[in-house]
Structure formats: C-alpha cells, structure tokens
C-alpha cells in the first residue's frame, strides 16, 4: 500500500502559522485524493481536510475551516496544509494518506499510515 512522507511539523505560539507537505519518493499523486489527519495525545485519530485529485474539491473539518488551506501541486508530487491562526488544541500528529473517498459525506483512508509530523502549539 502507498504510504506518503510528511514534513513541516514544528513548534509555533498561539496565532501562528506553519505550512505542512505531504509527498513520497518516485510516486505520482496526482490519481489520488489526499486527506490530512490528526491524533492529539490521548484522542482518537480525526479527519482534517481532504482535496480531490484535480484539487477543485476540498473539504475541511469545521474545527478548522476557515483557518487551515489544503492544496496540492500535481506537477511536484506534493499536497500542502497552510494553517495559520493556530490554536493550542491544533497541537497533534498531522498524517496525510491517499483516500479512496473524499466526499462532504466520509472520508476513506486507503493507504498505509506514515510517520506524520509533530505540531505543537504553545506559548
């Protein structure tokens, strides 16, 4: 199964922003929808946003719609996850994994899970 390599985690204060990538080696994203996750220390694993393979649909969780801005450039293999006003419950684990659905009704991860990215915000 494909597993994806992401980056750009970091330690920000409160109202900051960081910019998340989301690619593998060798590999073509651009037949794949993509999701970014998220585990929060002692909490389940939840659904951030999703993009269509194009990028003309995108779905966010309502917990960060209108903070965070999922992207992808298909010419360099590469989704993105802008997320500026950050939040202290924003710190977590960000994944990103191809999906077999992202529609406003469920979001399908089928891929393997990778490392992720450590966000942490804090002052």
């Known amino acids: 199964q494909l597993q994806l390599v992401e980056s750009g985690g970091g330690l920000v204060q409160p109202g900051g922003s960081l910019r998340l990538s989301c690619g593998a080696s060798g590999v073509t994203l651009d037949s794949y929808a993509i999701g970014w996750f998220r585990q929060a220390p002692g909490k389940e694993r939840e659904g951030v946003s999703c993009?269509?393979?194009?990028?003309?649909?995108?779905n966010y969780a309502s917990s960060v719609k209108g903070r965070f801005t999922i992207s992808r450039d298909n010419a360099n293999h590469t989704v993105y996850l802008r997320m500026n006003n950050l939040k202290l419950e924003d710190t977590a684990v960000y994944y990103c994994?191809?999906?077999?659905?992202?529609?406003?009704?469920?979001?399908?991860?089928?891929?393997?899970w990778g490392q992720g990215t450590q966000v942490t915000v804090s002052s």
């Open positions: 994994i191809p999906l077999a659905l992202c529609t406003n009704t469920g979001w399908v991860p089928e891929g393997s």
């Open positions: 993009i269509s393979t194009t990028g003309s649909y995108t």
